[in-house]
């Protein structure tokens, strides 16, 4: 009975081990990505009407992440028209290795927008 638990507990260890962590954050750099682009989570294309909605879903993502740091004086983003800062963002983000998509998303619109 003692070696059948010890070989039940060894099968499960590796399962553990490899388990992604948690999620805490809301939207991924791959997730924001797709959504710049007008895709579904799936990778296929949005309809027209969807495109925009979700582009401007993006952008809107962007701007509050760059007013966030502005409000704790850690970027100014004056004169910076939203749809520029989102075109940065869409930028920086397609340069970027998949695996740095598959955190959140806020730190590298940050690094975007030069704050």
Same mark, same amino acid.
């Given at each position: 009975?003692?070696?059948?638990?010890?070989? /039940? =507990?060894?099968? *499960? !260890? @590796?399962? %553990? &081990?490899? &388990?992604?962590?948690?999620?805490?954050? %809301?939207? %991924?750099?791959?997730? !924001?990505? $797709?959504? *710049?682009?007008? $895709? !579904?989570?799936?990778?296929?294309?949005?309809?027209?009407?969807?495109?925009?909605?979700?582009?401007?879903?993006?952008?809107?993502?962007?701007?509050?992440?760059?007013?966030?740091?502005?409000?704790?004086?850690?970027?100014?983003?004056?004169?910076? =028209?939203?749809?520029? $800062?989102?075109?940065?963002?869409?930028?920086? =983000?397609?340069?970027? @290795?998949?695996?740095?998509?598959?955190?959140? &998303?806020? @730190? !590298?619109?940050?690094? /975007? =927008? &030069?704050?």
């Amino acid at each position: 009975m003692r070696t059948f638990a010890c070989l /039940a =507990l060894a099968a *499960l !260890l @590796p399962l %553990s &081990a490899h &388990a992604a962590p948690a999620r805490t954050w %809301s939207t %991924s750099g791959a997730e !924001l990505l $797709q959504t *710049l682009r007008g $895709q !579904l989570r799936d990778g296929s294309a949005m309809p027209e009407a969807g495109t925009a909605q979700a582009r401007q879903r993006a952008q809107a993502y962007v701007m509050g992440i760059a007013d966030g740091l502005a409000a704790q004086g850690k970027c100014d983003a004056t004169g910076v =028209l939203p749809h520029e $800062q989102a075109a940065r963002v869409f930028e920086a =983000l397609q340069a970027l @290795p998949a695996e740095r998509l598959q955190g959140p &998303a806020a @730190p !590298l619109v940050a690094a /975007a =927008l &030069a704050c």
